[in-house]
Nanobody, 127 residues
Framework: QVQLVESGGGLVQAGGSLSLSCAAS????????ITWFRQAPGKERDCVAG????????DYADSVKGRFTISRDNAKKTVSLQMNSLKPEDTAVYYC????????????????????WGQGTQVTVSS
């Protein structure tokens, strides 16, 4: 079992940066793939970026490639999402989610495949 807590959201001007953190508790974190999702008001939840269990594989939505970077520290049980060159369309509630994925080198963008979810953190980018 893994519990996830996001932090780091806030209000930033377009072009600015934010760093989100997903802190985990539970013994199985180091074998879990972690993915960031986001959901804007009135829109479907989208996959933003994911990282496999050992950090060897990452994947990004086309809309954030080159601007966002996902990383993890299994010793600290954290996953970070560095967001640069933010745009108003990045405004959303950001969630981190995890699923057992030891040994896998693929990252699923499907939210229903994730067993553990955080409560979300609001990111607002003003124009």
């Amino acid at each position: 079992q893994v519990q996830l807590v996001e932090s780091g959201g806030g209000l930033v001007q377009a072009g600015g940066s934010l760093s989100l953190s997903c802190a985990a508790s539970g013994r199985t974190f180091s074998t879990a793939a972690i993915t960031w999702f986001r959901q804007a008001p009135g829109k479907e939840r989208d996959c933003v970026a994911g990282i496999n269990w050992n950090g060897g594989v990452t994947d990004y939505a086309d809309s954030v490639k080159g601007r966002f970077t996902i990383s993890r520290d299994n010793a600290k049980k954290t996953v970070s999402l560095q967001m640069n060159s933010l745009k108003p369309e990045d405004t959303a509630v950001y969630y981190c989610a995890g699923r057992p994925a030891y040994g896998l080198r693929t990252i699923s963008p499907a939210g229903y495949e994730y067993d553990y979810w955080g409560q979300g953190t609001q990111v607002t980018v003003s124009s």
